[in-house]
């Protein structure tokens, strides 16, 4: 479901059912001559939709630090510093939760290989997610509300995942150590466009430019992009708590 799509019972049904509720996060960045700027977002969304109307797929926050590491200024590479946006990353979750959802997710794919230290997209989303949690909780429980005896069980609630903090989570698109190529618009990220967004691939200008980061582009198949959606999925699905 797409939530601009959805009407006001429809969003209140979601609520009560807890039904996962995912913001797809993504730059708009250089990726050789033969990709498009927003191969980043468009490898999450184009995989979210597969999972159809089992979660609320939100409008797509497009405009992440891409920086300049790969190209220059232009060429499709949209730097927006992280200081930015991390207002209106949080001003949205804590709407979201005012709203009603306790089942918040954010995915990402941009230099998801440094996850677990973070980057700064991602990092971004994950403190406006924290900060917008820390102040819900003190609006609606007042000051003190975590040493109030009615939190005595908080880590029993957090080792079952069933605490606060996990209202708003964000994943990398694919885990750690997964078995299939991550690059930058090389053999993997090229595959994966060709499995999910075919249009947007010119083959012919996979080696234009010179990159090393493209050289091995022309050895993809949309066959191994599927493998890999097949993998990102299998990933999503067991993040957001779907069966599989």
Do not use: C
């Not at 109030?148 to 694919?174: K, S, T, V």
């Amino acid at each position: 479901m797409q939530f601009d799509r959805m009407r006001p019972h429809q969003i209140d049904e979601a609520i009560a059912t807890n039904v996962p509720v995912v913001l797809p996060i993504g730059v708009m960045e250089y990726h050789g001559q033969h990709l498009p700027a927003g191969v980043d977002l468009l490898i999450v969304t184009e995989t979210l939709k597969r999972l159809g109307d089992r979660i609320i797929t939100l409008p797509p926050f497009a405009y992440g630090a891409a920086s300049h590491a790969v190209s220059g200024p232009g060429a499709g590479t949209l730097h927006l510093d992280p200081a930015t946006y991390l207002p209106m990353a949080e001003a949205l979750f804590s709407a979201l939760l005012t709203t009603g959802f306790r089942n918040l997710h954010g995915v990402i794919h941009h230099q998801t290989e440094n996850f677990v230290q973070g980057m700064p997209t991602d990092l971004s989303f994950r403190l406006a997610a924290r900060n917008a949690i820390f102040r819900h909780l003190e609006t609606a429980r007042g000051p003190g509300w975590w040493g109030d005896r009615a939190m005595q069980d908080y880590y029993g609630q957090h080792e079952a995942g069933a605490d606060p903090f996990n209202w708003i989570r964000i994943h990398p698109l694919f885990p750690k150590g997964a078995d299939f190529p991550f690059d930058h618009a090389g053999v993997g990220e090229t595959a994966l466009m060709l499995a999910l967004a075919p249009e947007t691939v010119d083959m012919s200008r996979a080696l234009e430019g010179g990159h090393w980061y493209t050289e091995t582009a022309p050895q993809a198949t949309a066959d191994l992009g599927e493998k890999g959606v097949r993998i990102a999925l299998a990933n999503i699905t067991k993040a957001l708590g779907l069966a599989g």
